[in-house]
């Protein structure tokens, strides 16, 4: 038998600290953060004894060692007995009620967030089939676009980066655009740019692989190209340039996003070989956003890396070719946890961070995983709201057991929402 699967039952009155306990009830029933918990100290006993005076449900295999259990399950002193009336459970209670309303509110925000991102990429997708045939629609849907994106920004509220899932087979290269202009907003304004400067760099993203349109679609979709057929795709800088120009009149800092977001400090990119201070800033953010999503969804989903570990291959790997500052900007303002990441809380209690705070860092949104609670009504806390629960460590892909991966609806693809709305 599984010794973390063993359980017995023990009077609340002989309960001790260190046991790992299952108190049987629904999230709102308690006032604790989860209903499953390594008892901490003497208050909680005392607030188990109000919830539950009879016996309690016990894990001996997940209770800390030392602890004599067979004493334990003999009755040793009278259970607190159930009272028409506990002020002070009461206002534990009314706070967790609290906490439920505010996890239905983020519940709400998450998909509303996942119907905005499929809004903009399809605005996205729009604009870019315009681009030839419809130029002047085109040069509305972006105006329209960027205002929209930088006016984000003009609030002055804290910026959430919410997480966003796709399946692999609705993922294109218009939902890395969209990712892509989400996030060089959230890098260019973690930098400082603001007003005129953040539009453009909106513009650029947007509009970063637009030349791909004028390579054969079959030459996009390969998985691996051949070396002239790798040329062929590496002039699509050029080909967005020139269309672009074609279209409307733009600055100087879209167009040159347009054309070097491939390009390296080291001169070892394309289609130039344009190296070092001759980069622009706008064209680094891009050039950083654009590796880190690629990484995160590459061609082959076999070879995505988790968003943790995609911050540190940059880190690590790109130092000579991208800019480092931005780079560790990047980490910084998505946080040490990523949407996307899944997480061990305290307990072992498993999540799956899907927004992190520019302004707390540390303290991310969180889905947790509750095999009890039916994973539509999942529960989304804000860790800063919870004292007692932390982050103890990021896992890897194959970490965690296959019912994780279909408890939080990970899909194979993940995408960026900004937003500005703190709750």
């Known amino acids: 038998m599984d010794a973390g699967k063993y359980f017995i039952y023990i009077p609340s009155s002989n309960l001790v600290t260190g046991l790992y306990v299952d108190l049987e009830l629904s999230w709102t029933e308690h006032p604790f953060a989860f209903?499953?918990?390594?008892?901490?100290?003497?208050?909680?006993?005392?607030?188990?004894?109000?919830?539950?005076?009879a016996k309690v449900k016990v894990f001996p295999g997940r209770s800390h060692e030392g602890i004599v259990f067979s004493g334990l399950t003999q009755e040793?002193?009278?259970?607190?007995?159930?009272?028409?009336s506990d002020p002070e459970l009461e206002a534990l209670l009314e706070e967790k009620r609290a906490q439920e309303k505010r996890a239905a509110e983020l519940r709400l925000r998450r998909r509303e967030g996942n119907r905005e991102f499929r809004e903009k990429t399809d605005q996205i997708r729009q604009l870019t089939e315009n681009m030839k045939s419809k130029p002047a629609n085109a040069i509305h849907d972006l105006d329209e676009l960027v205002d929209d994106l930088a006016q984000r920004f003009a609030s002055g509220e804290n910026m959430l980066t919410r997480l966003v899932d796709l399946s692999n087979k609705e993922y294109s290269d218009v939902h890395h655009t969209t990712n892509v202009a989400m996030l060089s907003l959230m890098l260019g304004s973690a930098v400082g740019l603001q007003g005129d400067a953040l539009k453009a760099l909106a513009s650029g993203a947007m509009?970063?692989?637009?030349?791909?349109?004028?390579?054969?679609?079959?030459?996009?979709?390969?998985?691996?190209?051949?070396?002239?057929?790798q040329k062929i795709i590496q002039r699509h800088p050029d080909y967005g340039r020139k269309l672009v120009e074609r279209v409307r009149a733009m600055s100087r800092e879209v167009l040159d996003i347009i054309e070097c977001h491939h390009e390296y400090l080291d001169g070892s990119g394309y289609p130039r070989?344009?190296?070092?201070?001759?980069?622009?800033?706008?064209?680094?953010?891009?050039?950083?956003?654009?590796?880190?999503?690629?990484?995160?969804?590459?061609?082959?989903?076999?070879?995505a890396l988790t968003p943790k570990n995609a911050l540190a291959r940059l880190y690590r790997h790109y130092d000579k070719r991208l800019d480092s500052a931005l780079v560790a900007r990047?980490?910084?303002?998505?946080?040490?946890?990523?949407?996307?990441?899944?997480?061990?809380?305290?307990?072992?209690?498993l999540g799956l961070v899907i927004a992190?705070?520019?302004?707390?860092?540390?303290?991310?949104?969180?889905?947790i995983y509750d095999p009890d609670i039916p994973k539509q009504d999942a529960v989304i806390i804000r860790l800063s709201q919870y004292q007692d629960l932390n982050i103890e460590k990021a896992l890897k892909s194959g970490e965690y057991p296959q019912e994780i991966h279909d408890y939080f609806g990970m899909q194979d693809r993940i995408g960026y929402l900004l937003d500005s709305q703190v709750l």
């Not at 209903?35 to 005076?53: H, M």
């Not at 040793?76 to 028409?84: D, K, M, N, P």
Request: net charge neutral.
């Open 356 to 367: 992190s705070n520019s302004d707390d860092k540390m303290q991310p949104d969180i889905l």
């Open 207 to 229: 509009l970063h692989d637009i030349g791909k349109i004028s390579l054969p679609s079959g030459l996009i979709k390969k998985a691996n190209p051949t070396p002239a057929e």
């Open 76 to 84: 040793r002193g009278e259970a607190r007995a159930a009272t028409g």
């Open 330 to 349: 990047l980490v910084d303002v998505l946080g040490v946890y990523p949407p996307g990441t899944v997480v061990q809380l305290t307990g072992d209690r």
């Open 35 to 53: 209903a499953r918990f390594v008892i901490k100290s003497e208050q909680e006993i005392a607030t188990i004894q109000r919830l539950k005076p």
């Open 273 to 303: 070989g344009i190296r070092g201070n001759a980069l622009s800033q706008m064209v680094r953010i891009v050039a950083v956003v654009d590796h880190y999503d690629r990484l995160c969804n590459p061609p082959d989903i076999s070879q």
